[in-house]
């Protein structure tokens, strides 16, 4: 189960550190520029990026309920099992 976490969360990081390694090493700057104001190379689109972690987070939680579900689902059956095997008083 963790290798499995382990790796959707690779999966889930692959394409922004893709993004960030394609990025040249960032300038010092004496003043301050506006966002609208660089060119469009420089600018770090914010929905691409958003939608990826909404996503992962859903995902993430399908996974952890499904996984709850199967253990649940288990339990009792292992506990139909014991009651079947205890005799009653």
């Known amino acids: 189960m963790k290798r499995l976490v382990l790796v959707i969360a690779l999966v ?7 993004m960030y390694a394609q990025q040249p090493p960032p300038t010092m700057q004496e003043d301050f520029v506006p966002v609208s104001a660089l060119p469009q190379a420089e600018q770090l689109p914010a929905a691409p990026l958003l939608i990826a972690a909404y996503a992962f987070v859903w995902v993430a939680l399908m996974v952890y309920v499904w996984s709850l579900w ?3 689902a288990r339990l ?4 139909a099992d014991l009651q079947r095997r205890v005799p009653k008083p």
């Open 12 to 18: 889930a990081l692959l394409p922004g550190a893709m």
């Open 70 to 72: 199967r253990r649940m």
């Open 76 to 79: 009792e059956r292992d506990l």
